[in-house]
T-cell receptor
């Protein structure tokens, strides 16, 4: 398996633009997590899915953020409109079962100018 | 006070030294996770623990549920162990995942 795949790896955009981050989980993994990492706040959980259903989205900063998992092999995290304070590295991670190790994607480094 | 506290925040040691990184938490948990983040930014899961002790190569993780404390040990440390080590817990009450701020480890050759 290729591991967790995220795209794009880097994204630079201007304030106000829509940004879509993508994640392909490891096949067979039923949990998918979206994290954000900044220097100020460290790692934060944004949302996680179990069997494609959002379980906890309390970490999503505000209505500008939305995440979907239309099927077991694909998830998106969308920011609309983007703001400079959204600049961060966004990680997707997946796991099989609730108490097994997580596998992280390489992350998407987002810069909003 | 943070619900997950790590110590030390920064640690510099000589190659070969035995390293201990600590994680204390204040909530009831169902699992604790140790992560390693390399200077390039990639994150690797090291251990998922709910009790006892786990070992993988030179890495050992222990957890004491009663004391709400976990330790990550590295034996015969090597410069390639230089990374940020992050402790994360899953709250038993609401299933939330809470991260520590990380311990930055630097092993000198």
């Amino acid at each position: 398996d290729a591991g967790v795949i995220q795209s794009p790896r880097h994204e630079v955009t201007e304030m106000g633009q829509e940004v879509t981050l993508r994640c392909k989980p490891i096949s067979g993994h039923d949990y998918l997590f979206w994290y954000r990492q900044t220097m100020m706040r460290g790692l934060e959980l944004l949302i996680y899915f179990n069997n494609n259903v959002p379980i906890d989205d309390s970490g999503m900063p505000e209505d500008r953020f939305s995440a979907k998992m239309p099927n077991a092999s694909f998830s998106t995290l969308k920011i609309q409109p983007s703001e400079p304070r959204d600049s961060a590295v966004y990680f997707c991670a997946t796991q099989q079962g609730p108490y097994n190790e997580q596998f992280f994607g390489p992350g998407t480094r987002l810069t909003v100018l | 006070k943070n619900e997950v506290e790590q110590s030390p925040q920064n640690l510099t040691a000589q190659e070969g030294e035995f390293i201990t990184i600590n994680c204390s938490y204040s909530v009831g948990i169902s699992a604790l996770h140790w992560l390693q983040q390399h200077p390039g930014g990639g994150i690797v899961s090291l251990f998922m623990l709910s009790s006892g002790k786990k070992k993988h190569g030179r890495l050992i993780a222990t957890i004491n549920i009663q004391e709400k404390h976990s330790s990550l040990h590295i034996t015969a440390s090597h410069p390639r162990d230089s990374a940020v080590y992050i402790c994360a817990v899953r709250s038993h009450r609401d299933d939330k995942i809470i991260f520590g701020k990380g311990t930055r480890l630097h092993i000198l050759p």
